[in-house]
Protein backbone atom coordinates (compact mmCIF):
# COMPACT_ATOMS: atom_id res chain seq x y z
CA UNK A 1 0.00 0.00 0.00
CA UNK A 2 2.89 2.50 1.14
CA UNK A 3 4.57 1.65 -2.32
CA UNK A 4 1.73 2.26 -4.63
CA UNK A 5 0.77 5.91 -2.79
CA UNK A 6 4.33 6.22 -3.32
CA UNK A 7 3.88 5.53 -6.64
CA UNK A 8 1.28 8.16 -7.27
CA UNK A 9 2.40 11.28 -5.70
CA UNK A 10 5.63 10.17 -8.03
CA UNK A 11 3.92 9.99 -11.25
CA UNK A 12 1.33 12.82 -10.38
CA UNK A 13 4.67 15.29 -9.85
CA UNK A 14 3.79 16.24 -6.23
CA UNK A 15 5.65 19.16 -5.55
CA UNK A 16 6.99 21.02 -2.59
CA UNK A 17 5.05 23.49 -1.41
CA UNK A 18 6.30 27.16 -3.11
CA UNK A 19 9.35 28.60 -0.61
CA UNK A 20 9.69 32.22 0.36
CA UNK A 21 13.22 32.88 0.63
CA UNK A 22 14.63 35.60 2.66
CA UNK A 23 17.96 36.85 1.67
CA UNK A 24 20.01 40.22 3.62
CA UNK A 25 21.99 40.24 0.61
CA UNK A 26 22.31 38.37 -3.00
CA UNK A 27 24.89 39.15 -5.25
CA UNK A 28 23.92 38.59 -8.92
CA UNK A 29 24.96 39.50 -12.63
CA UNK A 30 21.79 39.70 -14.45
CA UNK A 31 17.66 38.69 -13.18
CA UNK A 32 15.36 38.07 -15.30
CA UNK A 33 11.44 38.10 -14.37
CA UNK A 34 9.92 36.48 -16.80
CA UNK A 35 6.15 35.51 -17.03
CA UNK A 36 5.01 31.48 -16.06
CA UNK A 37 5.50 30.83 -19.90
CA UNK A 38 8.93 32.28 -19.82
CA UNK A 39 8.38 35.63 -21.68
CA UNK A 40 10.67 37.82 -19.74
CA UNK A 41 8.87 40.90 -18.59
CA UNK A 42 12.08 42.62 -16.64
CA UNK A 43 15.86 42.46 -17.10
CA UNK A 44 18.22 43.88 -14.43
CA UNK A 45 21.58 43.65 -15.75
CA UNK A 46 25.34 44.30 -14.46
CA UNK A 47 27.11 45.91 -17.49
CA UNK A 48 28.79 42.57 -18.52
CA UNK A 49 25.68 41.03 -19.32
CA UNK A 50 23.43 43.77 -20.30
CA UNK A 51 21.01 42.89 -22.90
CA UNK A 52 20.56 43.98 -26.51
CA UNK A 53 16.84 45.53 -27.12
CA UNK A 54 14.03 42.92 -27.47
CA UNK A 55 11.29 43.37 -30.59
CA UNK A 56 8.45 40.88 -30.29
CA UNK A 57 10.60 38.50 -28.35
CA UNK A 58 13.63 38.18 -30.23
CA UNK A 59 16.85 39.92 -28.51
CA UNK A 60 18.66 42.13 -31.15
CA UNK A 61 22.27 43.66 -30.41
CA UNK A 62 22.91 46.83 -29.23
CA UNK A 63 26.63 47.68 -29.34
CA UNK A 64 25.52 51.30 -28.19
CA UNK A 65 24.62 49.91 -24.83
CA UNK A 66 27.76 47.70 -24.04
CA UNK A 67 29.14 50.25 -20.59
CA UNK A 68 25.70 50.48 -19.22
CA UNK A 69 24.07 48.56 -16.70
CA UNK A 70 20.89 48.92 -15.34
CA UNK A 71 16.82 47.42 -15.79
CA UNK A 72 14.92 47.33 -19.25
CA UNK A 73 10.91 46.91 -19.32
CA UNK A 74 9.46 44.51 -21.83
CA UNK A 75 5.63 44.14 -22.61
CA UNK A 76 3.38 41.62 -23.13
CA UNK A 77 4.66 40.78 -26.87
CA UNK A 78 8.11 40.97 -25.29
CA UNK A 79 9.02 44.22 -26.99
CA UNK A 80 11.05 46.92 -25.10
CA UNK A 81 9.03 49.66 -23.83
CA UNK A 82 11.42 51.70 -21.63
CA UNK A 83 14.43 50.78 -19.03
CA UNK A 84 16.56 52.34 -16.75
CA UNK A 85 20.13 52.56 -17.70
CA UNK A 86 23.52 53.75 -16.14
CA UNK A 87 27.09 54.30 -16.44
CA UNK A 88 29.74 56.91 -14.98
CA UNK A 89 33.51 56.31 -14.44
CA UNK A 90 36.69 58.61 -15.50
CA UNK A 91 38.17 57.08 -18.81
CA UNK A 92 42.00 56.02 -19.24
CA UNK A 93 42.36 59.82 -20.49
CA UNK A 94 40.81 61.39 -17.34
CA UNK A 95 37.73 62.12 -18.22
CA UNK A 96 34.35 61.99 -17.02
CA UNK A 97 32.08 59.43 -18.80
CA UNK A 98 28.65 59.27 -17.13
CA UNK A 99 24.93 59.08 -17.54
CA UNK A 100 21.71 58.13 -16.36
CA UNK A 101 18.36 57.71 -18.39
CA UNK A 102 14.84 56.69 -17.28
CA UNK A 103 12.76 56.44 -20.75
CA UNK A 104 8.81 55.44 -21.40
CA UNK A 105 8.59 54.18 -24.80
CA UNK A 106 5.32 53.93 -27.22
CA UNK A 107 3.76 50.78 -28.38
CA UNK A 108 6.80 49.63 -30.51
CA UNK A 109 7.98 52.90 -30.99
CA UNK A 110 10.94 55.32 -29.73
CA UNK A 111 10.43 57.14 -26.24
CA UNK A 112 7.89 58.81 -25.39
CA UNK A 113 9.53 60.19 -21.97
CA UNK A 114 13.02 60.64 -20.98
CA UNK A 115 14.89 61.56 -17.89
CA UNK A 116 18.32 62.11 -18.55
CA UNK A 117 21.27 63.04 -17.29
CA UNK A 118 24.73 63.24 -19.25
CA UNK A 119 28.35 64.26 -17.71
CA UNK A 120 31.29 64.41 -19.83
CA UNK A 121 34.49 66.36 -20.53
CA UNK A 122 32.91 68.70 -22.57
CA UNK A 123 29.34 68.41 -22.26
CA UNK A 124 26.61 68.47 -18.90
CA UNK A 125 23.26 68.37 -19.42
CA UNK A 126 19.88 67.57 -17.32
CA UNK A 127 16.74 67.26 -19.23
CA UNK A 128 13.30 66.22 -19.21
CA UNK A 129 12.49 65.25 -23.06
CA UNK A 130 8.64 64.86 -24.43
CA UNK A 131 8.71 63.39 -27.65
CA UNK A 132 5.41 64.30 -29.08
CA UNK A 133 5.85 62.44 -32.40
CA UNK A 134 2.78 61.72 -34.80
CA UNK A 135 1.39 58.07 -34.03
CA UNK A 136 3.18 55.81 -36.92
CA UNK A 137 1.64 52.49 -37.79
CA UNK A 138 2.69 49.92 -35.58
CA UNK A 139 5.48 48.00 -37.24
CA UNK A 140 6.46 44.20 -37.15
CA UNK A 141 10.02 43.58 -36.77
CA UNK A 142 10.64 43.16 -40.00
CA UNK A 143 9.21 46.64 -41.10
CA UNK A 144 11.88 48.20 -38.47
CA UNK A 145 14.50 46.21 -39.88
CA UNK A 146 13.44 48.09 -43.45
CA UNK A 147 12.82 51.17 -41.93
CA UNK A 148 16.10 51.45 -40.15
CA UNK A 149 18.11 50.10 -43.43
CA UNK A 150 16.25 52.43 -45.74
CA UNK A 151 17.66 54.99 -43.48
CA UNK A 152 21.26 53.64 -43.77
CA UNK A 153 20.95 53.00 -39.51
CA UNK A 154 21.76 49.53 -37.99
CA UNK A 155 18.95 49.13 -35.95
CA UNK A 156 19.13 49.68 -32.69
CA UNK A 157 20.32 53.40 -33.56
CA UNK A 158 17.84 56.56 -33.04
Known sequence: MASALAAVFFLAGAREPIRHEKFDE???GRINI???DGTK???MSN???FPGDFMQGKEGARPDRNSFAGMLFINEEGTENGGLI???GIGADGKISSGLSLTFDRF???QALQLLNHDSANHQQTVIKINDVPLY???SLADNKR???AAGKPIGSN
Open 34 to 36: VEP
Open 137 to 139: TVT
Open 108 to 110: RQD
Open 26 to 28: IMV
Open 147 to 149: LHE
Open 86 to 88: QKG
Open 41 to 43: RIV
Open 47 to 49: KAQ
